[in-house]
């Protein structure tokens, strides 16, 4: 949280720089030939910054030998890992903490902040999750479009920092509010799973009656079910009256209910089939800015017609559009695709509209209430599950005409059908309200995170260290005064460079191989003839990871005369190529 210098701190806290807290310790550089993706003999496990997230994931690591590796570069409990270089702003910066021993270590486009002695390291890592800390990192990063951090960066950031024991006390309670508020963003990620199997248990209940059965003993039925039957048989001429259908009653249905099919409840057309038919294919060279709407499965793959985000066509006059064109009270089912099986009723208002060969248009009679219809085919345990077993393909499901007209329906008779329609809808209105307070509770929580980081910085989570010693009646180390330790205690270990006359003092091997000889990067760029990523062109051209800014200096110039070209194949990835002069 980067604080300006007058800004009041609680009495016994200090600001102070990143650099003054901790030691940033740059990444493992290699050759490419000498990483491997499993583990072996001489090799050591290696972070690099797609390991870094909300905190960090050991998969997809690399392994390197063991010879390339200082002993400050091994990974050490409460070190914050960074990604240094990236070509995404949204990463450059991005640090966890090592929570648990892992013995490993990280690449050199990564760097380590390490605490000193006489910081709280869990206090330290606090600071890198604030979303202050972010926003200051973001800005100081970028570059053009390469963004790596530098060692003054970090000596700019300023830390509020309380006494010592108070460190602890804050991290305990932050670490305590986060637990609980983890736990109930735990908790509201399960209930939209918990809501839609509550919305396919009321389905259930109303296609097997079980919705409306303390409803039937105290309405009196005008009509039954297979009286219905009868009459939406007798309505039709005598050339529909021909289509094979049949009525099923049994101990497994509710009393006046009736078993029949889609496509006896369908509306004949002109020959007699019933309305169950499909748009036509190549309708795509008729899209158009103006027109009638033209319904894909997109348009309704929440078991809802979407139409005002349809495209429009110019579509052809004749029988084809004819048979193609929607009505309100038409049922639309997707027939092909990934999002088979999806229903919707299109309303009443509707605007022109036609469908493509991917969604079934279903015309159903007025004598039964398509609504019910909807509801059945939504049902897991009723049309839905018939329809899945009809899907057909592989890789690109899909169902045909006759098959849909063979899913059976059990019906009940009219007037319970609009009641079976009004208590569903009931119930979905109660589950949609629910769904809107989990959504907000789930947007509330989300911000909880960086506000009680902000509190925890700006002092106001715990008890300050100075008033706890006023009221004890004892005295306290304020933060400067522990500042002035870690100093002084950093100054006694510094190496002594030996003086004229003097003894040199003895400095510790670092164990590493030369520094590979360098070489131009516009040369190396043309020398491969293909786009690079600034971690293949770093290793290319010998840079090891005391030479990371150096390297990206270099890229800005090249970049900035024209020499070097950027490529954005999207907003993550940044490939670099030689110009041609």
């Not at 949280?1 to 720089?17: H, N």
């Not at 010879?67 to 240094?84: E, K, N």
């Not at 019906?411 to 119930?427: D, F, S, T």
Request: proline residues 5%.
């Amino acid at each position: 949280m980067t604080l300006p210098a007058d800004t009041d701190l609680p009495e016994g806290w200090a600001q102070a720089s990143v650099l003054d807290l901790a030691d940033l310790i740059r990444g493992v550089s290699y050759a490419k030939g000498e990483a491997a993706t499993e583990p072996g003999a001489s090799r050591v496990a290696l972070l690099r910054a797609n390991n870094i997230g909300d905190g960090l994931n050991f998969h997809d690591l690399q392994y390197v030998p063991v010879a390339r590796v200082r002993v400050d570069q091994y990974l050490r409990l409460g070190d914050i890992v960074l990604a240094m270089s990236s070509g995404s702003r949204s990463v450059v910066g991005k640090g966890a903490s090592l929570r648990e021993p892992w013995k490993g270590t990280f690449g050199a486009f990564c760097g380590v902040l390490r605490a000193f002695a006489g910081i709280e390291r869990r206090y330290f890592g606090l600071y890198f999750q604030t979303k202050e800390y972010r926003t200051a990192i973001s800005d100081v990063a970028s570059g053009t479009n390469i963004n790596n951090l530098k060692r003054e960066h970090f000596a700019n950031l300023l830390v509020p920092l309380p006494p010592l024991a108070e460190q602890k006390r804050i991290v305990a309670k932050v670490e305590a509010l986060l637990e609980r508020v983890n736990a109930g963003r735990s908790r509201l990620a399960k209930l939209p799973a918990i809501l839609k199997r509550f919305r396919q248990s009321v389905l259930a209940a109303a296609c097997s009656g079980r919705l409306s059965e303390t409803w039937r003993p105290f309405h009196v039925i005008s009509e039954s079910a297979s009286r219905l039957i009868e009459r939406i048989a007798a309505s039709r001429p005598t050339e529909a009256r021909a289509y094979d259908f049949h009525i099923a009653q049994g101990d497994d249905l509710p009393n006046g209910w009736v078993r029949t099919t889609i496509g006896f409840l369908a509306e004949p057309t002109l020959n007699g089939r019933p309305y169950v038919t499909s748009g036509s294919r190549g309708w795509a060279r008729y899209v158009s800015d103006r027109g009638p709407y033209f319904i894909r499965s997109e348009n309704i793959n929440t078991d809802a017609l979407r139409v005002e985000e349809a495209v429009k066509v110019a579509a052809p006059s004749g029988a084809e559009a004819d048979r193609t064109r929607v009505l309100g009270g038409d049922l639309l089912l997707t027939i092909t695709g990934n999002n088979v099986g999806r229903t919707a009723v299109v309303p009443t208002d509707v605007p022109a509209a036609h469908v493509s060969q991917h969604v079934a248009i279903i015309r159903t009679t007025r004598l039964s209430d398509v609504r019910y219809l909807w509801l059945w085919l939504r049902s897991v345990k009723h049309g839905q599950a018939q329809l899945e077993e009809h899907f057909y393909g592989e890789t690109k499901p899909g169902l045909n005409l006759d098959q849909v007209k063979s899913v059976w329906v059990d019906l009940p008779p009219l007037e319970e059908q609009r009641e079976i329609v009004r208590r569903v809808e009931a119930l979905f209105a109660l589950a949609d309200r629910i769904e809107g307070h989990v959504r907000a509770a789930a947007v509330r929580a989300e911000r909880l995170p960086q506000a009680i980081l902000a509190r925890a910085f700006r002092g106001e989570m715990v008890p300050t260290e100075a008033d706890l010693a006023s009221r004890e009646g004892r005295d306290y180390e304020p933060a400067s005064v522990l500042l002035e330790r870690i100093w002084e205690a950093r100054e006694q270990h510094k190496p002594t460079r030996r003086e004229s006359g003097g003894k040199k003092m003895a400095t510790p091997s670092t164990s590493r191989k030369p520094v590979r000889n360098r070489r131009e990067l516009d040369e190396v760029l043309l020398e491969q003839g293909k786009p690079l990523t600034p971690e293949r062109l770093f290793d290319l051209a010998g840079f090891d990871e005391d030479s990371v800014d150096y390297f990206y200096e270099k890229l800005r110039e090249l970049i900035h005369y024209g020499k070097v070209r950027e490529n954005r194949p999207n907003t993550k990835d940044v490939t670099l190529e030689a110009t041609k002069t």
